[in-house]
C-alpha cells in the first residue's frame, strides 16, 4: 500500500468568489419569500450593512470582487476591465445612503437569490418562525460573487447564501413591535370598562 492511500483527502478548497461576513445588520430583509423589483423576476434579497471598522469582512469582501472580475473575464471580452468602469456591489452608506441613520459610518452590500437561503440560529438549528428574522437584526451571511455584462450594464453582483442570526437587533423601516404597541403604564386597568 502506498503513502498516498493512507492520506485524508483535504476539504475543497473555497471559492474564492465567497465570503462569510463577520456580524453585519441586515436591513429589507426579503428573505422568507422571494420579492419582485420593479416587475422584475421575484428573488430573495437583503441588504447587508457592514460597518467600516468591520475591515476584516471588507478586505475579504474586495478580494471576493477582484476573482469575480479575474473569472469572469470571458464576460469582458476576454480582458480584465478597469475598476472604475463597472458597477461594483460594495457601496459606502454615507455617501449613497446620506438620510438613512443605520447606514452611517457603514459599507453595505446588496444580495440576491433565486432560491430561498438557509437561515439558522448560533448553534446552527433552522430557524423556522418568520418574525426571528426581519430588517434590523444581527447576522453573519454568506454571500458569493459574480461578473455580469448584460445589456451594456457591466459589473460584479452579489448573490445570497445563507444566514446565521447572532442577535435581535431594533427594527428598522418605523415598525414597532406588538410589545411596544400594547404595553401600557395603567397595570392591567381594563381600558373598555
Known sequence: MSNNAN?????P???????????????????HEPKSINGGT????????????????????NAAVDAAIEEGRGKFGGKIPNKS?????????????PDDEAYADSYFVNANSNSAPEIVDKSLNPIMSRSEVYSGVYA?????????????????????????????GEPLGGRASAADDFTSDSDGDDFLG
Do not use: E, H
Open 7 to 11: 492520506r485524508i483527502n483535504p476539504s
Open 13 to 31: 478548497a473555497k471559492s474564492p468568489t465567497k465570503v462569510v461576513t463577520g456580524i453585519v445588520r441586515l436591513s429589507y430583509a426579503n428573505v
Open 42 to 61: 421575484p428573488k430573495y434579497s437583503v441588504s447587508l450593512i457592514i460597518p467600516k471598522s468591520d475591515t476584516k469582512t471588507l478586505a475579504a469582501i
Open 85 to 97: 468602469t463597472l458597477k461594483l456591489p460594495l457601496r459606502d452608506g454615507d455617501i449613497d445612503r
Open 140 to 168: 453573519r451571511v454568506s454571500v458569493n460573487f459574480y461578473a455580469f455584462n448584460s445589456n451594456g450594464n457591466r459589473g460584479v453582483a452579489c448573490g445570497l447564501g445563507n444566514i446565521q442570526k447572532v442577535r435581535d
